[in-house]
């Protein structure tokens, strides 16, 4: 905080949070990913007195937010091997929702005028939000390979009976090709106005209109 004279204040923030999981999801040794959540977040406020009764409060804000689910499994195979799935059974690779993530970069401008008339106090101002991301959808890049409990001529045989023998039909092939990187953005407006009015020392009423919108 710091007042740089008796009409301009400024005060300024900012925070940092940060959590890491080396262990995302139960895997076989070599296999196993990570997941990264990260926030920024940076407030700076002036206040300016134009007089007794007048007063502007202008808030720029901005946060980063960071969700990240990488492929940084360690065996050489991780990166490309596609994953095969057993029915009832655990998996084997790492699994089709890794690569995936977002980063939102949001960038904000608030305005507040606070003005006094009598019994009013009089409150208008607004919000704007700037969105800008990028993010990577989850997608079956390294390929998935399913194998379910069958049937065939009477004979029933397990998923992973499926996969060492072959026995069956029971299952699936599926693989997406393609980039699954995008880049969303947003803006949002809002606007608002606002009366206090003291309509006696013991009744006070408040009524107010805003707009948003995208």
Excluded: C
Aim: aromatic share 16%; glycine share 8%; net charge neutral.
């Amino acid at each position: 905080d710091h007042t740089f004279s008796e009409k301009d204040i400024l005060s300024v923030r900012y925070a940092f949070d940060r959590t890491i999981d080396p262990t995302a999801g139960v895997n076989f040794p070599g296999f196993f990913t990570s997941q990264v959540q990260r926030y920024h977040n940076i407030v700076a406020n002036w206040t300016h007195i134009f007089s007794p009764t007048l007063t502007n409060e202008l808030r720029v804000p901005y946060n980063r937010i960071l969700f990240d689910f990488p492929n940084d499994a360690t065996h050489p195979l991780a990166q490309t091997m596609p994953e095969i799935a057993f029915t009832q059974v655990s998996n084997i690779g790492v699994s089709i929702s890794y690569p995936q993530g977002r980063i939102a970069n949001n960038y904000i401008l608030q305005d507040t005028m606070s003005w006094v008339k009598g019994k009013h106090t009089f409150r208008f101002g607004f919000d704007l939000l700037q969105q800008r991301s990028r993010q990577t959808a989850p997608s079956v890049l390294r390929g998935r390979a399913a194998y379910a409990l069958s049937n065939t001529g009477g004979e029933f045989y397990h998923s992973f009976a499926n996969y060492v023998d072959d026995f069956g039909g029971g299952g699936s092939v599926t693989r997406d090709f393609g980039s699954a990187t995008y880049y969303p953005e947003l803006f949002r407006q809002a606007y608002f106005i606002q009366d206090r009015w003291e309509v006696r020392d013991n009744v006070t009423l408040t009524l107010g209109l805003r707009w948003g919108g995208f």
